[in-house]
């Protein structure tokens, strides 16, 4: 089981606290995480932008998509739109992505905010001993 670092707006981390958003979606020009490096069971933590994490939930399912076209894209905002709440203008700017991850979340919980000091532009991180910006001890 791995634990993930997952940055969202604060509208949509605000969704998924409240349950009226199930689903979390990233839309990738290139396969990064979560594309092929996430699993059913693994820990998110959940980071407001420019703000703490303050929620943790578990990877229920998963679904994977690559060589996506805008044609396909069009498509999946037509399946999935209603789960990830996705503005127009949100499908619009990622209508060029090649790859794209649909992530179902469960046991989701608000916790005590965590300040943690991520510089980097990744709105998606598989954490690792070296790499766990303080939210879990070392083994």
């Known amino acids: ?54 929620a943790i939930a578990q990877v229920s399912s998963f679904q994977e998509f690559s060589n996506l076209t805008p044609r396909k894209i069009s498509q999946l905002k037509a399946i999935y739109n209603h789960l990830v709440l996705g503005a127009d203008e949100y499908w619009k700017l990622k209508s060029d992505s090649k790859f794209a991850v649909f992530v179902w979340l469960k046991n989701v919980r608000s916790i005590d905010p965590i300040m943690i000091c991520k510089k980097d532009w990744r709105a998606w991180v598989v954490l690792n001993d070296k790499e766990n910006y303080g939210l879990y001890p070392r083994p």
């Open 1 to 54: 089981m791995n634990s993930h670092l997952v940055i969202l707006k604060k509208f949509y981390l605000d969704k998924i606290l409240d349950g009226s958003k199930p689903v979390e979606s990233r839309l990738l020009k290139a396969a990064f995480p979560p594309f092929d490096s996430i699993a059913i069971g693994d820990r998110l933590f959940l980071k407001q932008s420019s703000g703490p994490v303050c």
